[in-house]
């Protein structure tokens, strides 16, 4: 077991990991930032002005804006402006009414709105600035860089003078999220398989939250509604009643409702609600079908988070890679886990995913990503599988090495660096297909 010091500082790791959201977190974030300028310069902004990362722009531009029935950033960016808290962080619209909608709606038809991208010395691939004006020439700005709901800059302008309320430098942020947390697989399997079980408990309000979102996406017509399309009698007849069959249903019904906008709070995983989604519910259905106990389900959960946050340390919260990959990733351990299986087939499992879905291209958020989500966890499943039966993919095979955290490494350094071009490729067919 690990000391006390240590378990404590990962439990913090996993607690600011893994926390509530309403919506795409791209867009919320942006709702959020602005939010906050609005609330520094202290009256309804004249004009908004927004710069962001490419990576954020990408993952905001097709998803549906929870409680108004609208896509896009343009909704998002007014109603941060005109009823935004910024205390309610990525559940920034949580007080959001018909009356704000259609106050939103005419904001957005005066003009007042300007999104572009931070295109010069953009210092990280999570960056969004806002900027408020006031009819009289005061003005303010917040930023955030690097985690949706991490602000380093707020300032106000009155006078010609600028007033600084908030500076906290990037390097800040990354020494305090990387100090002592230096983790491995097997830290992760340790801790999650080892720990008191009453240190884990926490982690099963994913679980709520996640089944809830389910639960609800079945009782409306959300996106591509893939869910409800396995769960008929067409899906059955196709996919037949089985734990798999289940597991890809409700998992994808999450995910339909969160992408198409529904007011419904999911619990995410570093930064996105799909991950958190997918982090959590392929191992509480399978947990629940095996007949595991509600122990070993808590800590297959605690496995499958905190493998999806260990990857996403070296890979950086948004990439070209579809972060699906990551969050089944960790679903996949946690079924092994589930399965009977030990440490070395869970790193069998890690192989297995990696060997079959690196190269997963994120081509923004979007009611879609139910199908991706699919595809990945499809893939946990069936990496479990082979994993449980001594079944993995060899370091004679493609990126695949004996170490598996050195395979996890090989797959963030081609998601973080070597697909850099494929990512300005996506945003740019995305941003000049025919209106």
């Known amino acids: 077991m690990l000391e006390k010091q240590e378990r404590e500082q990962i439990i913090a790791l996993i607690n600011r990991e893994v926390v509530p959201a309403i919506g795409c977190t791209e867009p919320m974030a942006v709702s959020l930032c602005v939010a906050k300028a609005a609330e520094a310069l202290g009256v309804r902004p004249a004009r908004i002005d927004v710069l962001l990362s490419s990576n954020i722009l990408k993952n905001a531009m097709g998803v549906g804006i929870p409680g108004t029935g609208m896509v896009g950033l343009p909704i998002a960016i007014a109603l941060g402006a005109l009823i935004g808290r910024s205390e309610y962080e990525l559940e920034v619209l949580r007080d959001v009414t018909p009356d704000a909608v259609e106050q939103g709606r005419q904001y957005m038809s005066e003009k007042r709105i300007s999104i572009g991208l931070k295109k010069d010395n953009c210092p990280d691939k999570l960056y969004i600035e806002a900027l408020c004006f006031a009819e009289n020439g005061d003005s303010s700005r917040a930023i955030i860089e690097h985690d949706h709901n991490h602000f380093v800059y707020v300032s106000r302008t009155t006078d010609g003078r600028e007033t600084i309320l908030l500076n906290t430098p990037q390097s800040h942020?990354?020494?305090?999220?990387?100090?002592?947390?230096e983790l491995s697989l097997r830290k992760v399997y340790e801790f999650a398989t080892t720990s008191p079980l009453e240190e884990l408990e926490f982690i099963n309000e994913a679980r709520r939250l996640n089944e809830n979102a389910a639960r609800i996406s079945l009782r409306g017509n959300y996106g591509h509604e893939l869910g409800k399309t396995l769960s008929r009698p067409l899906g059955r007849g196709i996919m037949g009643e089985s734990i798999f069959s289940h597991i890809l249903s409700e998992t994808s019904s999450a995910c339909d409702a969160r992408m198409a906008g529904a007011m419904i709070p999911v619990m995410s995983n570093s930064g996105s609600g799909n991950q958190g989604i997918a982090a959590t519910l392929p191992v509480v259905?399978?947990?629940?079908?095996?007949?595991?106990?509600?122990?070993?389900?808590?800590?297959?959960?605690?496995?499958?988070?905190?493998?999806a946050i260990y990857i996403k340390q070296s890979l950086g919260k948004l990439s070209a890679l579809c972060g699906c990959v990551v969050a089944a990733t960790g679903s996949s351990c946690g079924i092994t886990y589930l399965m009977g299986g030990s440490y070395d087939q869970v790193a069998y499992s890690v192989k297995n995913m990696i060997a079959n879905l690196a190269g997963m291209v994120c081509d923004g958020a979007k009611p879609s990503c139910a199908l991706k989500v699919s595809s990945g966890v499809s893939t946990a499943v069936l990496s479990a599988m082979l994993a449980i039966q001594n079944r993995?993919?060899?370091?004679?095979?493609?990126?695949?090495?004996?170490?598996?955290?050195?395979?996890?490494h090989n797959l963030t350094r081609i998601g973080a660096y070597g697909m850099n071009e494929t990512d300005e490729m996506v945003l740019d067919i995305m941003t000049h297909k025919p209106s």
């Open 285 to 307: 259905v399978f947990g629940k079908e095996n007949h595991n106990t509600e122990e070993e389900i808590t800590r297959a959960l605690i496995l499958s988070h905190l493998t």
């Open 173 to 181: 942020v990354l020494d305090e999220e990387t100090d002592d947390h």
């Open 392 to 408: 993995y993919v060899t370091n004679v095979e493609g990126i695949i090495e004996d170490d598996v955290d050195r395979c996890i």
